[in-house]
């Protein structure tokens, strides 16, 4: 099922609500084709469970490593990430993106 | 993020009210701006664009860096009257993404079966219309022609401050339609934002045509026309 930000975010306010440490990471700057509009978030809980997505599957893995430091220190911290032609992920898609992330912790 | 923050942020898309959460990107220093905020904050000029536009983006003030979270309700447009017009405007509302729904006490006209794909309410605009709470991020059109349902409809999407509102009608209609509105107390200023005749200018005669024409007029106010209504004098 796809999530919109009512689930995205509504499941970061539930996880944090249930007592879990939560991070949230969106997509602050794009250059080129990049996969997600500015504004696309991910929400990721302790467990490494996550919700929602940055790029489009590419980066996602990084993403909730980081989450997890992120939750640990409590530290904002933004991310770089150049989207690799090999790692295409649709048809037609000229790669070669480059992404800004923002990850902060919900606590 | 502040849980709090995020509480207000969930709650503020729950009850469809604009909000932005600024960002400073050195240190993560976070607040909310709610409308009512926007003028007094010290990036008001910012906000106010990114609200107009409804996209987050990256913002830089005194060699400061803040990342802007645009949060606007989803654009819905109201139709009242199950028409031929409606039933051409249903499917390409859908494409453009505006959330449509359509209200005529006529049950003869609101059936499902007409409409596939968009929910229709065989009420009078007095009793749907309330409980959908219309607002600035609404759309009404009315398409019946028909006083007693399209005027009440009318009168609540004034006072809604609806960013679009329609009027199906020739120009001897619409002057008895604005009459009936200044008998019940509305003035010329109120009655400038109704859009009559209704749609764009570009010589539409089939019903499929107007609802282009309709449709086009839609987006022009929301994309053109700033969605903040007031202005603290």
């Known amino acids: 099922m796809f999530a919109g930000d009512d689930d995205i975010l ?15 990471a969106t997509v602050i700057e794009t250059w080129g ?22 790029s489009g599957g590419c980066v996602e893995g990084d993403v909730v490593t980081e989450a997890l430091d992120c939750i640990s220190d409590g530290k904002p911290r933004v991310l770089e990430f150049g989207v690799a032609d090999e790692t295409a992920w649709r048809a037609g898609l000229s790669c070669g993106g480059r992404i800004r992330v923002y990850v902060e912790r919900v606590g | 993020m502040d849980r709090l923050l995020l509480e ?41 664009a990114a609200l107009r536009s409804g996209k987050s983006g990256m913002v830089e003030r005194e060699g400061a860096s803040y990342f802007l979270t645009v949060q606007v309700p ?36 609101a059936t499902p079966e007409r409409f596939p794909d968009v929910p229709v309410l065989a009420e009078w605009p007095e009793v749907a219309l309330p409980p959908m709470k219309i607002d600035r991020y609404t759309a009404i059109c009315c398409f019946t022609h028909d006083p007693k349902i399209d005027d009440p409809a009318l009168e609540q999407a004034l006072r809604a401050q609806c960013f679009y509102i329609g009027a199906l009608g020739s120009r001897k209609t619409h002057g008895k339609r604005l009459e009936r509105l ?7 200023e109120d009655m400038a934002r109704i859009r ?26 929301l994309r053109k026309k700033p969605l903040r209504v007031e202005k603290p004098a």
């Open chain 2, 196 to 221: 009559a005749p209704i749609g764009l200018d570009i010589g539409a005669v089939t019903p499929p045509e107007i609802a282009t024409s309709v449709l086009g007029e839609i987006i022009l106010a």
């Open chain 2, 74 to 109: 989803p654009v819905r447009l109201v139709v009242i009257g199950a028409v031929h017009i409606s039933q051409a405007l249903a499917p390409m509302a859908k494409m453009v993404g505006f959330d449509m729904v359509i209200v005529d006490p006529r049950t003869a006209f």
């Open chain 2, 8 to 48: 207000r942020l969930n709650a503020a898309r729950r009850e469809r009210r604009a909000a932005v959460l600024v960002t400073q990107i050195e240190g993560g220093a976070q607040r909310l701006v709610e409308l009512d905020q926007v003028n007094a904050d010290p990036l008001g000029e910012e906000i106010d």
């Open chain 1, 33 to 54: 084709s990049a996969p997600r509009p500015v504004g696309s978030h991910l929400a990721i809980d302790e467990d490494g469970h996550f919700l929602g997505s940055v």
């Open chain 1, 10 to 24: 509504g499941q970061a306010e539930a996880w944090a609500k249930s007592g879990k440490g939560v991070a949230l």
């Open chain 2, 182 to 188: 200044t008998a019940k107390g509305f003035g010329a």
